[in-house]
Nanobody
């Protein structure tokens, strides 16, 4: 069993910052890919950023230069530092881990950017 628990979401004004965290437990074996996705109301879930066990990162064009993904392998954790937030970043943010060919999702944490 794999569990992923996200935290750090909330309400923030445009231009503000948030840091999301996701801590995994259970059968997560290296090497594994971790990532953040988001889903806004009425829209499909989309990739935000991913990071490999070798710290190779990939960020969506819409967040490049504003968001930074990182990980802590000892804690089986992945983080998303979000700066210069915009209203269009409002969404439910999910973390995902891919290990041994299987993917697991967290329950999501809400990020709302509004004045």
């Amino acid at each position: 069993q794999v569990q992923l628990v996200e935290s750090g979401g909330g309400l923030v004004q445009p231009g503000g910052s948030l840091r999301l965290s996701c801590v995994g437990s259970g059968n997560i074996f290296s090497p594994y890919l971790m990532g953040w996705y988001r889903q806004a109301p009425g829209k499909q879930r989309e990739l935000v950023a991913t990071i490999t066990s070798s710290d190779i990162t990939n960020h969506a064009e819409s967040v490049e230069g504003r968001f930074t993904i990182s990980r802590d392998n000892a804690k089986k954790a992945v983080y998303l530092q979000m700066n210069s937030l915009k209203p269009e970043d409002t969404a439910l943010y999910f973390c995902k881990v891919v290990t041994y060919g299987k993917q697991y999702w967290g329950q999501g944490t809400q990020v709302t950017v509004s004045s």
